[in-house]
Structure formats: C-alpha cells, structure tokens
C-alpha cells in the first residue's frame, strides 16, 4: 500500500490517532472505491462523510435536480443550486473539500440496465434511495456481481439499515421483501421526513461503510429501527427465507 505524504498524514490525524483505523486502515481507506445511489438526504452526509475520512474513490448516481424541498435534509446544496444536477454540485463540493477523493459521477438512475457499468470496480454498495425498487434492483445486481451493499431508508420520524454480506449468507433484501406494492412505495414526498432522522441513517451507513472498506467485517443481515421521536432502537436478525426468489436463484 502507497505510504501517507505529509498532508494527507495530517488531514487524517485524528482519525488515523485510533487504534481502530491506525496507518493500515487509513491507506485501506485511500485505496477503496464505493458506489453511493442517491445523491439526496442520505447520499449527500454520506458522500461529504466518506470523503472527509478519505475513501479513494466514490462513484454518485443520481439523475434528479434540486429543489427548494429538498433543501431541509439535504445538506450540500443552497438556494443557488436550485434546478441543477445533485451529483454535480454535490461532486464539486466533494472534490473542493478533499481532493484525494477521485469522484465519479453518474447523471443517470441505477437499475438492472445501468447496474453493470456501475458496479464496475467499486468495493461496496450504499443505497441512499427512497425508492424499494431501486433497492430490490441493487440486492440482485451486487449479489451476482458478488459485492456487499448497505440499505438505508428514513420517512417520517423513523429509519432504517442494513449490511448484506456479498454472499447472502446472512439473508437478503428480497428475503423481506420481493415486491414493491404501490402503498409501501410512497417516498418522502407522500410521507414526510423529518431532516435529521435521514442524517442519522447515513451516520450508521458511513460507519458501516468506513469498517468494511478497511477491510473489517460487520453485523450482517441485522435490521436496526430507529424511531428518532420515541428514541427507540432495535435491532432484529433478518430470517433467510427459504423460497426466496434471488437466495435460491444460482447466477
Ligand atoms: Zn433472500
């Protein structure tokens, strides 16, 4: 692994202090590539929070625009930003804050047609959609392709995650849900969402993320609730369900 310069030893010191990232982690981190779907509530504390702590590489896709709407939880754009492209002014700011993060970005959708050029190269998975289908698509996707990916979802006062293992030993998406019926697909926009609680899903995804891309291993298959308003947490095993369509499918 290439040594840390000056700067970058530095820039990272009081991270690199822990014994939980040292040296080895922080070049592990140097040397990783993620891609992040979603470039809104989630995606955008994950990107700044992922290149803060020096990932190498993350690949944003998004094909949506900003909008005044989105401004309350979605915390890298400004009144200025209005109508133009989330993984651009979210790639700019990126690059202007840590430039040892290379950012590739992707003005398009993620699904079962682009997953194949996305997927390509990257280490890990992060969905910041609020979309089941889009999660439905990156649980087949990253399963085939062999990769881990983490969920994320937050709506009204409450969220959700979960690490899946690249081999689905631990479970997958589609073992709790296989098909996105159209009153359990209402988003934000029907829903609501409470600005902070959607930060701090992305908080438990960045850290997640940052374990595995140092190459450590985490809880997998576990679904942790948060109802932020309540404060309460929990945590429970995903069954891997037995007639679970991608569990038994073979490619
Ligand atoms: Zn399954």
Known sequence: ?????????????????????????????????????GAGGLGCPLAQYLAGAGVGRIRLADNDLVELSNLPRQVAFSESDIGRSKVEVLAGQLSRANGDT????????????????????????????DSLQARLD??????????????GSAVRVAGQWVAFDAGRVYG???????EPAAADNAGCAQLGILGPVAGLVA???????????MGLTVRWGILHVADLWSGEYTAMSIT????????????
């Open 172 to 178: 997958c998406y589609h073992c709790l849900i296989t």
């Open 203 to 213: 908080m438990q995804q960045s850290v997640t993320a940052i374990r595995l891309l």
């Open 138 to 151: 990156i649980d087949s996707t990253t399963r085939r392709a062999g990769l881990p990916w983490i969920m």
């Open 1 to 37: 692994m290439a040594e840390l310069t000056d700067k970058q030893l530095t820039r990272y010191a009081r991270q690199v202090i822990l014994p939980e990232v040292d040296l080895e982690g922080q070049q592990r981190l140097l040397e990783s590539s993620v891609l992040i779907v």
């Open 102 to 129: 290379e950012i590739d970005l992707r003005v398009e959708k993620f699904d079962a047609r682009s997953a194949g050029d996305m997927l390509s190269g990257v280490d890990l998975v992060i969905d910041a959609t």
């Open 240 to 251: 891997k369900r037995l007639d679970c369509p991608l569990c038994l499918s073979t490619s």
